[in-house]
């Protein structure tokens, strides 16, 4: 897979063909943009690098601050004043974003610092970015788990210099700088500096090598050199103040001369920031091959997880992209939590729950079950120091926790991984923290009301019971996982038996219709809530556009009239967003497996595709890359539920690493998909050679690995009819 990445795809504004049939009826609200950047990043690491020239939200690219609609443009070419840290992937307005310690190649005097130069040769492969400044340097950077090595390649010149600024971070969009609080400076020895600075509340160092005879090593302030000075220190830093600080080497190059810049990242001091360059095999000399081709291989033992064969370029190209977004996020970053003292799992970046729950972290699960074991622990760590079970969790201090998004989500990466019965958790110690959780802002009103607005947090609860009753029964609370299984039933009251659908309330990003075919632990009775088979089909229908005409997405800078027409269509989003991900599989509850095709289909092929526009809105640290690898390989799972649902793969022949062996699917009478093309339907399905009659399997006997086999053919059929999905449907409490 490693060589059919693109790290390039979804860094523009969504530039997919025109759709067609069931895709042109769903519209977009979100950012036609992936938001995703071409950086070097580790697996799941602590650090990425990449060029920086401030546009929204990666600090990479070419667009301003954009919430709806086609990103305006603030830069009309690609440009860099340097190269940042710490990027996101594919986020939104998350108003936390880093790009800190910028470095900047330089042929001008240092009071040029933060002009821009055009970015030109660009190249980039998991672990590894490269571009040509129109100065005249070529710059190369690489990562390890918790490292940088940049290399820069001058131009023969009387005085070149590399800058270190550690006083900005942010973007160029207004309001979206970030200023640290304090900063410490020092130079070490010749070749050797280090520093800290105190951002969003949290400490961060680096430890920097640079090998350069001859060269001079300075601190400097407010774009003027401190020659003798060997320390920078300051105790309080207001914006109005602020004057840019930082480290700086230079002198003169030859043609074609080499310098690297080696920097240890960590964020509990300058002394684990050199131990942490250490460790990851990037210190005491030139090291920048030798540390890409370790990310590298990092990299291909992480995407040669899945393998999926076909004739198409394009397709594994998309494929396999999507694969490696999907590993890009959270951050694991063990023992460098700088909130509380002792060693143990921390993680950051989970940008945020409401976009990885229900695909990415089961992807995680099943390829890397040790990472998501850790994950989960540093979740427990999170709640047991600060209080609350996270929505969203970055860098920082106080940092945001989404809370309108949703309630309870960390909850299902918890249930799965117990009813995969994976060791490595303190199970009675992650019930007390559930349990309390649950009782937290939004589930006061639940507890005393029946329900809680917005209303989608009433779901979201009620799951959160049902899947943490299982955690209680298993270690033996038979009084509490009553208790809470009779809570969990309070689903129920979120919905108007009088249209099938939610109740009115407030929505994030979306309307009732875009969260009211949410996969509830008892579909059978939402179904009949709705009046049958029927007329749950007919509403999943309408919300998936059958019948209805091509709709207009918004442009640039769309309107309040625009925006409310659109919502008021009531219609899926089509992958641009995340609520409604998982409703195409909501026809399988219903008997239509056959509708679920169609729809899928539909998305795998119009709103994924090749180049910088090929994603149809923010991938989300990974949550919309890793719905497309679930969706092709004709596999989805229902988070919390420990179930897998089918559907026709968009492969003929694939391998996945689960949890605890190989699963391969290979169909009979499979038409490579296209856009436009015909849509295919399972015939038949079987597993290890027994006929599985439901569309569905179970989780643990999935990450057992067998073969899988499905018969498609070209026109609906029985399977999956009558064999349902299972609902689980505990003693009501309304």
């Known amino acids: 897979m490693l060589e059919h990445v693109d790290p390039f795809i979804g860094v523009d504004a969504t530039d997919l063909p025109e759709p067609s049939g069931l895709a042109a009826t769903w519209w977009w609200p979100k950012p036609q943009v992936g938001n995703t950047h071409p950086g070097a990043v580790h697996p799941l690491g602590m650090v990425s690098a990449c060029a920086y020239s401030g546009a929204y939200p990666t600090g990479y690219g070419l ?9 305006a443009n603030l830069h009309d070419d690609l440009v860099a004043s ?15 974003y880093y790009n800190y310690m910028r470095v900047t190649p330089m042929l001008e005097p240092l009071d040029e610092l933060g002009r821009t130069w055009n970015l030109t040769n660009e190249q980039a492969s998991p672990g590894r970015y490269r571009a040509r400044l129109d100065s005249g340097i070529t710059a190369e950077l690489t990562v390890g788990p918790k490292s940088a090595v940049h290399r820069y390649t001058f131009p023969a010149h009387a005085d070149a210099r590399v800058i270190v600024d550690m006083s900005m971070g942010g973007l160029a969009i207004p309001y979206g700088s970030t200023v640290p609080l304090r900063a410490h400076l020092e130079s070490v020895e010749p070749g050797i500096m ?11 160092s680096v430890h920097i090598e640079c090998d350069v005879d001859g060269w001079r090593q300075l601190l400097w302030y407010d774009r003027r050199l401190m020659p003798g000075g060997s320390t920078l220190a300051f105790d309080h830093i207001r914006p109005t103040t602020l004057r840019p600080f930082g480290f700086m080497w230079g002198g003169p190059t030859t043609e074609g001369q080499t310098v690297e810049l080696r920097m240890g990242f960590s964020l509990r001091g300058v002394d684990q920031a050199r131990k942490n360059l250490e460790r990851d095999g990037a210190s005491g000399g030139p090291s920048f091959s030798r540390r890409a081709q370790a990310t590298r291989a990092a990299w291909d033992e992480s995407l040669s997880q899945i393998h999926v064969e076909t004739d198409n370029h394009q397709r594994r190209e998309v494929f396999a992209t999507a694969l490696y977004h999907s590993l890009v996020k959270p951050s694991f970053a063990a023992d460098e939590s700088p909130f509380w003292p002792t060693k143990g799992p921390w993680v950051f970046d989970i940008s945020t729950m409401w976009d990885i729950y229900r695909t990415q972290l089961p992807l995680l699960t099943a390829l890397q079950p040790e990472k998501a074991v850790e994950l989960a622990n540093a979740l427990l760590t999170i709640c047991e120091q600060e209080g609350n079970l996270p929505i969203g969790y970055r860098m920082a201090r106080g940092s945001d926790r989404f809370g309108r998004q949703g309630s309870a989500l960390a909850h299902t990466l918890l249930a799965d991984l117990a009813k995969l019965g994976l060791p490595g958790i303190d199970w009675e110690w992650a019930l007390v923290h559930l349990a309390a959780d649950l009782r937290r802002t939004y589930g006061e009103d639940f507890l005393q009301h029946g329900l809680a607005h917005p209303i989608s947090h009433t779901l979201d609860i ?10 209680a029964r298993a270690i033996g609370d038979d009084a509490l996982a009553g208790e809470f299984e009779r809570l969990a039933g309070r689903w129920l009251n979120a919905f108007d038996e009088s249209t099938g659908l939610l109740k009115d309330s407030t929505f994030y990003e979306g309307t009732k219709y875009n969260y ?12 009949a809530l709705a009046g049958g088979d029927d007329s749950f089909v007919a509403l999943l229908d309408r919300f998936f556009g059958y019948g209805a005409d091509a709709v207009v ?20 989003e089509g992958l641009n967003n995340e609520p409604d991900m998982e409703a195409p599989w909501a026809y ?3 008997g239509r497996p056959d509708r679920t095709a169609e729809v899928v289909h539909a998305i795998i092929n119009h709103q994924f595709g090749t180049g910088r526009g090929g994603l149809p809105g923010n991938d989300d640290s990974g949550g919309l890359s890793s719905w497309y690898v679930w969706a092709s390989l004709g596999l989805f799972p229902v988070a919390g539920q420990s179930i897998f649902l089918l559907h026709p793969p968009s492969f003929h022949y694939s391998t996945v690493s689960m949890a605890r062996g190989t699963l391969t699917i290979d169909t009979s009478g499979f038409v490579e998909p296209t856009p436009g093309g015909p849509v295919q339907y399972i015939q038949s399905a079987s597993l290890n050679g027994e006929a599985i009659e439901g569309s569905w399997i179970d989780a643990s006997v999935v990450h057992e690995g067998g073969r899988l086999h499905l018969s498609l053919g070209p026109e609906p059929s029985d399977w999956g009819r009558n064999v349902r999905p299972p609902s689980w449907g505990p003693e009501q409490e309304v």
């Not at 601050?65 to 086609?70: A, K, M």
């Not at 009620?462 to 955690?471: E, K, L, N, Q």
């Open 63 to 71: 667009y301003e601050l954009s919430t709806e609609g086609v990103p």
């Open 82 to 96: 340097g190269f940042t840290h710490f990027q996101q992937s594919g986020t939104g307005a998350i108003r936390k």
């Open 194 to 204: 280090q520093g800290e600075i105190v951002v969003e509340g949290a400490p961060l």
């Open 462 to 471: 009620a799951h959160g019971y049902w899947c943490t009753s299982y955690i």
């Open 516 to 527: 009211s075919f949410r996969l509830v632990h008892d579909m059978a009775t939402r179904i």
């Open 553 to 572: 997405q918004p442009g640039v800078a769309p309107g309040l009239e625009e925006m409310t027409e659109g919502y008021a269509l009531g219609r899926f």
């Open 588 to 590: 399988h509850y219903a």
